[in-house]
């Protein structure tokens, strides 16, 4: 085994560079690589240097904002689920309620329209009602043909990407033990997915057809009712599913990293019994029965490709396994199984007594000339197997779980599939501690969590022991003081807003924490400032939850402890520095690299159009990168204040060069469709940004007007479905071509030159940047 030390892969793993230490290892049976926790380090367990990389890709294009791709209610959950080393999300949803306006055709595949959307509870019925009512009435009835309104309520959904199939079914088994009956795992070729859903909670009923409404409001306004109880049903189960996956996660990080070291010191690797998924309920009967079952591990989906231990198992039996890029299950098995299906004797005694004649069917290795298919009804009853059914999509008979045990020495000696051109065993054995195990301690891990928590606890000790000695209750008692330890480790992690440490929503705080700072203020510095110091902050906040009713979508925290300003300064690409006031502005850690693509355009020379500017998200990083000019428009008094503020520090940081950047910088305040921001860029530009979402269309008419007369290039972002993204930027630039023709001339047309992908923004919905070349096609432009 070759081990690659931290120095040998610091370009490949970034930050997990650091922290672990990788094992590569020539054996199919286990991961490429092999990842050995270091002190410290333990929490890492072992992880695909494949998949690190991933999740880092994702990770620096995910937005965790409430603004972007990750819904408020569920921010903290995810943050806290994607710092663990084995999992990294992809899309989400916090669970929702929406009127959704589509065809009523179920056949097609068109888009729709969301007349509304909330996540959170729905308090003004009426007024969604007036919303959905309204907006119907002002459309065009022709249009509205063949159209169906729907209420619906859709509860969470999660997908996220595990480092190894354990995992994943340690999720699985988590989920549905919080109600999450209809998650499942997908197994690719390089990838193991796991989804949390459930079904319970949904709801869909129809409001309007043809654009005529067929319910009043007093039927709307109690399904409204209905929707919102389940709602909040949907949120208590999310927090359910959080309260275990914390436990579970934390419990499997120290067994399988304590497991690792143990099979890497003694050399005792565990048997797992892999079959193929049809025949897994049957072979577990039949361990059962022996008592050969491992019960201190658990079953699950494992890959196929890998060694195996089947004395029958031939070179080219073995390149089948490896081939196949589908899973089978494995089940774990004591040595004696192993020992019993490996003994000559045993396989001699089935091979003489079984005959082809004897097991209609299945063929012995010995008298079969053509090898049969593991799975037809034949070879399901012969081996003990009941239920089976016409996979080729005949008419069959309905599957039904097996009650009756396998023959497990006929199933090792004769069972074998058809793969290609060659065959393999249905039954083969190999050692791997891949498996999960049952046991469920609550035993934390031995860091107890990062060095924010620690910090944490630090300053809880040191606020206790100041009360313990005025014979303070809470700081006396040793169970309460256990509790509040234990919720500090369970804490999500920090985030950061330049030196502003910020709690998750809803952290420590309840009335025994703002009591116990209280109290602490009599005696010493507070709790919260206690806290503030150890960590080193300026200012220590948390987080509140945002108003949906906020269009401008301000900042929303709570200042608990420090003093000065609120305003923080947080780097960006290219050297720039964003600048806002956290009370008042919202900051998209996200979008990262997309920040990063726009400070590479080559704009050099240009004159530059940012429709919708906020803190200079885009603004500042094309400065930096060269336009000779932008126009930014924002309409937010604060984010225009932080825009401001933001090209000062732009000026500060090219005075050097003998440049002032921030003199390139028009900033046209208020609504940008106003007829002064046309004619102040009207045939001057030679790109155009229009950063809005869920679609830029309101930017159509100034981006149009602002092009130069030979054309120029739209960046336009827009929410679509991921299997419509191309169709949807053809659309796109064809109602483009159309406001070209009624404002410029018919001689004008748009192509689409590429499309972006920024983030996922909701389950199967993307947010893109779609790329449209807009040009002059008469030969005098």
């Known amino acids: 085994m070759a081990v690659l030390r931290n120095a040998d892969m610091g370009r490949a793993d970034g930050k997990l560079a650091d922290q672990i230490e990788v094992a590569v290892s020539n054996n199919p049976a286990n991961t490429d690589v092999c990842c050995i926790p270091t002190a410290g380090t333990l929490e890492h367990g072992c992880l695909n240097i494949e998949f690190v990389r991933r999740k880092e890709q994702i990770l620096a294009s995910l937005d965790r904002s409430p603004k972007g791709s990750v819904d408020a209610p569920i921010v903290d959950f995810l943050a806290w689920l994607n710092s663990r080393p084995q999992i990294v999300t992809t899309s989400s949803c916090s669970g929702r309620i929406s009127v959704f306006l589509g065809s009523c055709d179920p056949t097609s595949s068109k888009g729709g329209e969301w007349l509304l959307v909330s996540h ?105 009712g209905l929707a919102n109880a389940r709602l909040t049903e949907n949120g208590r189960r999310v927090q359910r599913l959080w309260e275990r996956l914390r436990e579970g996660l934390l419990t499997s990080n120290t067994n399988r990293s304590a497991a690792a070291l143990a099979a890497v010191a003694s050399n005792a690797t565990p048997w797992v019994l892999v079959c193929e998924q049809s025949l897994a309920r049957s072979v577990k009967l039949a361990l059962e029965e022996l008592n050969w079952m491992d019960e201190s591990r658990k079953m699950g989906p494992v890959m196929a490709g890998a060694d195996t231990a089947n004395s029958q198992t031939t ?86 779980p097996p009650t009756k045990p396998a023959n497990l020495t006929m199933l090792w000696q004769c069972g074998r599939l058809h793969v290609g051109n060659g065959e393999r065993p249905v039954l083969h054995l190999r050692r791997s501690d891949e498996l999960p195990r049952k046991d469920r301690s609550s035993q934390r891990a031995s860091e107890a969590g990062t060095a924010e928590h620690q910090c944490l606890l630090q300053a809880l000790v040191e606020v206790l022991g100041s009360l313990r000695s005025q014979s303070d209750a809470v700081a006396a008692s040793q169970e309460a003081r256990a509790r509040l330890m234990e919720e500090i480790r369970n804490l999500s992690p920090l985030q950061w807003r330049g030196d502003v440490a910020l709690f998750p929503r809803g952290a420590l705080l309840s009335s025994t924490w703002v009591d116990l700072d209280a109290r602490a203020q009599q005696y010493c510095r507070g709790l919260w ?25 301000g900042g929303a925290i709570e200042i608990l402890a420090g003093t000065g300003e609120t305003w923080v300064v947080v780097p960006g690409p290219r050297g720039v520095r964003y600048t806002f006031d956290v009370t008042r502005c919202m900051f998209s850690e996200g979008n990262a690299a997309e920040k990063a693509r ?156 590429g499309v972006q992908r920024v983030k996922w923004f909701a389950p199967r919905i993307r947010h893109v940047r779609i790329d449209v070349v807009c040009s002059r096609t008469s030969t005098d432009a």
Request: include cysteine; charge should be negative.
């Open 598 to 753: 726009v400070a590479e355009f080559n704009v050099q020379g240009e004159t530059v159009l940012d429709l919708y500017a906020g803190v200079g998200f885009w603004t500042l990083p094309l400065l930096a990168a060269g336009a000779e000019r932008v126009f930014a428009c924002e309409w937010n008094p604060d984010a225009l204040e932080a825009l401001q503020r933001g090209l000062v520090l732009l000026g500060e940081g090219a005075a050097d060069s003998g440049t002032c950047l921030a003199d390139r910088c028009t900033v046209l305040a208020g609504d940008n469709r106003r007829s002064e921001v046309r004619e102040t860029v009207a045939g001057r530009c030679h790109r155009a940004i229009l950063g809005l979402i869920p679609f830029s269309r309101d930017g159509f008419a100034v981006a149009v007007v602002a092009m130069r007369d030979v054309g120029g290039l739209l960046h336009l972002h827009w929410n679509v479905h991921c299997d419509e993204e191309a169709a949807t930027a053809r659309a796109v630039a064809a109602e483009l071509e159309t406001v070209f023709h009624k404002t410029r001339g018919t001689d004008w047309s748009c192509k689409v030159q």
């Open 529 to 553: 400032e206690a806290m503030r110091v150890a960590l080193g902050a300026r200012l220590l906040a948390r987080q509140r939850e945002i108003r949906v009713d906020d269009e401008v979508r």
């Open 120 to 224: 959170e509870i729905l308090g003004d019925a009426k007024g969604a009602w007036s919303k959905v009512s309204e907006s119907l009435a002002a459309r065009n009835h022709e249009n509205l043909q063949g159209t169906l309104v729907s209420l619906l309520m859709e509860p969470f959904l999660l997908h996220a990407e595990c480092a190894d199939s354990e995992t994943a079914q340690h999720i699985l088994e988590l989920a549905r033990e919080a109600s999450f009956r209809e998650s499942g795992i997908s197994l690719g070729r390089r990838r193991v997915m796991v989804q949390l859903r459930t079904t319970a909670l949904c709801l869909q009923v129809p409001l309007a057809l043809d654009g005529k409404l067929i319910v009043d409001q007093h039927y709307f306004e109690t399904l409204v």
């Open 315 to 400: 070179d080219a039996d073995k390149c089948a396994l490896q081939d196949r890029s589908c899973s089978c299950i494995g089940i774990p098995v004591v040595n004696a199984a192993a020992d019993f299906l490996q003994s000559a004797a045993a396989l001699e005694t089935v091979a003489s007594s079984l005959t082809a004649a004897a097991v209609p069917g299945l063929a012995t290795a010995a008298h079969a000339k053509t090898p049969v298919q593991a799975e037809t009804p034949a070879s399901c009853e012969a081996s003990g197997v009941e239920g089976s059914s016409n996979d080729a999509g005949g008419k069959g008979t309905k599957k039904r």
